[in-house]
Protein backbone atom coordinates (compact mmCIF):
# COMPACT_ATOMS: atom_id res chain seq x y z
CA UNK A 1 0.00 0.00 0.00
CA UNK A 2 1.22 3.58 -0.67
CA UNK A 3 -0.29 6.63 1.83
CA UNK A 4 0.64 10.08 0.78
CA UNK A 5 0.39 12.63 3.33
CA UNK A 6 -0.25 16.66 2.89
CA UNK A 7 1.01 19.66 4.79
CA UNK A 8 1.24 23.32 4.23
CA UNK A 9 -2.07 24.57 3.97
CA UNK A 10 -3.96 27.43 5.44
CA UNK A 11 -5.53 30.81 6.05
CA UNK A 12 -3.42 33.43 3.88
CA UNK A 13 -3.98 37.37 2.64
CA UNK A 14 -4.60 37.75 -0.91
CA UNK A 15 -1.29 38.62 -2.39
CA UNK A 16 0.18 36.15 0.38
CA UNK A 17 2.68 32.63 -0.23
CA UNK A 18 2.00 29.08 0.72
CA UNK A 19 4.16 26.32 -0.26
CA UNK A 20 2.64 22.85 -0.07
CA UNK A 21 4.25 19.60 0.36
CA UNK A 22 3.12 15.97 -0.48
CA UNK A 23 5.15 12.62 0.83
CA UNK A 24 4.97 9.25 -0.58
CA UNK A 25 5.68 6.22 1.40
CA UNK A 26 5.10 2.39 1.42
CA UNK A 27 5.25 -0.21 -1.42
CA UNK A 28 7.06 2.31 -4.52
CA UNK A 29 9.12 1.50 -7.41
CA UNK A 30 8.43 4.71 -9.04
CA UNK A 31 5.97 7.55 -9.33
CA UNK A 32 5.18 9.56 -12.49
CA UNK A 33 3.47 11.76 -12.40
CA UNK A 34 2.96 13.36 -9.47
CA UNK A 35 0.46 16.20 -9.02
CA UNK A 36 -2.03 18.43 -7.24
CA UNK A 37 -5.52 19.10 -7.99
CA UNK A 38 -8.03 21.41 -5.88
CA UNK A 39 -11.73 21.62 -5.80
CA UNK A 40 -13.58 24.34 -4.16
CA UNK A 41 -16.91 24.51 -2.69
CA UNK A 42 -19.68 23.29 -5.14
CA UNK A 43 -17.13 22.85 -8.12
CA UNK A 44 -15.54 19.84 -9.84
CA UNK A 45 -11.64 18.84 -8.84
CA UNK A 46 -9.70 20.13 -11.54
CA UNK A 47 -5.73 19.78 -11.95
CA UNK A 48 -3.72 22.55 -10.84
CA UNK A 49 -0.30 21.42 -11.84
CA UNK A 50 1.75 17.99 -12.57
CA UNK A 51 5.15 17.12 -12.24
CA UNK A 52 6.73 14.07 -14.57
CA UNK A 53 9.89 12.06 -12.56
CA UNK A 54 12.24 13.98 -15.42
CA UNK A 55 10.96 17.23 -14.06
CA UNK A 56 8.42 18.23 -17.08
CA UNK A 57 5.40 20.65 -15.70
CA UNK A 58 2.01 21.68 -16.49
CA UNK A 59 -0.09 23.91 -15.10
CA UNK A 60 -4.00 25.36 -15.32
CA UNK A 61 -4.05 28.63 -16.93
CA UNK A 62 -5.28 29.64 -14.08
CA UNK A 63 -2.26 29.76 -11.80
CA UNK A 64 0.75 29.92 -14.33
CA UNK A 65 2.85 32.15 -13.50
CA UNK A 66 1.81 32.73 -9.69
CA UNK A 67 2.45 28.95 -8.79
CA UNK A 68 5.16 26.35 -9.39
CA UNK A 69 5.15 22.72 -8.80
CA UNK A 70 8.44 20.88 -7.53
CA UNK A 71 9.58 17.33 -6.70
CA UNK A 72 12.32 15.11 -4.77
CA UNK A 73 12.57 11.99 -6.36
CA UNK A 74 14.70 10.87 -3.67
CA UNK A 75 12.34 11.32 -0.86
CA UNK A 76 8.84 10.97 -3.26
CA UNK A 77 8.03 14.17 -2.01
CA UNK A 78 6.01 16.85 -4.24
CA UNK A 79 5.57 20.76 -3.55
CA UNK A 80 3.66 23.24 -4.83
CA UNK A 81 4.84 26.92 -3.95
CA UNK A 82 1.66 29.47 -4.47
CA UNK A 83 2.58 33.23 -4.85
CA UNK A 84 0.16 36.02 -5.56
CA UNK A 85 -2.76 34.03 -3.76
CA UNK A 86 -6.06 35.19 -4.80
CA UNK A 87 -9.44 34.43 -3.27
CA UNK A 88 -10.55 32.97 -6.01
CA UNK A 89 -7.37 29.78 -5.15
CA UNK A 90 -9.57 29.44 -1.76
CA UNK A 91 -10.15 25.16 -2.32
CA UNK A 92 -9.09 21.97 -0.62
CA UNK A 93 -5.36 20.93 -2.37
CA UNK A 94 -5.40 17.06 -3.11
CA UNK A 95 -2.16 15.29 -3.79
CA UNK A 96 -2.26 13.15 -6.77
CA UNK A 97 0.44 10.16 -7.40
CA UNK A 98 0.49 7.24 -10.10
CA UNK A 99 2.25 4.81 -8.25
CA UNK A 100 4.30 1.46 -9.80
CA UNK A 101 5.05 -1.06 -6.60
CA UNK A 102 7.14 -2.75 -8.71
CA UNK A 103 8.51 -3.15 -12.10
CA UNK A 104 5.85 -5.92 -12.73
CA UNK A 105 3.06 -3.95 -11.31
CA UNK A 106 0.33 -1.99 -13.48
CA UNK A 107 0.89 1.82 -12.05
CA UNK A 108 -1.83 2.87 -9.36
CA UNK A 109 -3.13 6.15 -8.77
CA UNK A 110 -3.45 7.20 -5.54
CA UNK A 111 -4.59 10.63 -3.53
CA UNK A 112 -3.65 12.53 -0.68
CA UNK A 113 -6.73 13.83 2.14
CA UNK A 114 -6.44 16.47 0.86
CA UNK A 115 -5.54 20.25 2.77
CA UNK A 116 -7.69 23.26 2.90
CA UNK A 117 -6.25 26.28 1.80
CA UNK A 118 -8.24 29.56 2.29
CA UNK A 119 -7.48 33.45 0.92
CA UNK A 120 -8.84 35.79 2.53
CA UNK A 121 -8.56 39.35 4.22
Known amino acids: QVQLVESGGGLVQPGGSLRLSCAAS????????MAWYRQAPGKERELVAS???????KYADSVKGRFTISRDNAKNTVYLRMNSLKPGDTAVYYC???????????????WGQGTQVTVSS
Open 96 to 110: NALVRMSISYAPTNY
Open 26 to 33: GSIFSIDP
Open 51 to 57: ITVNGST
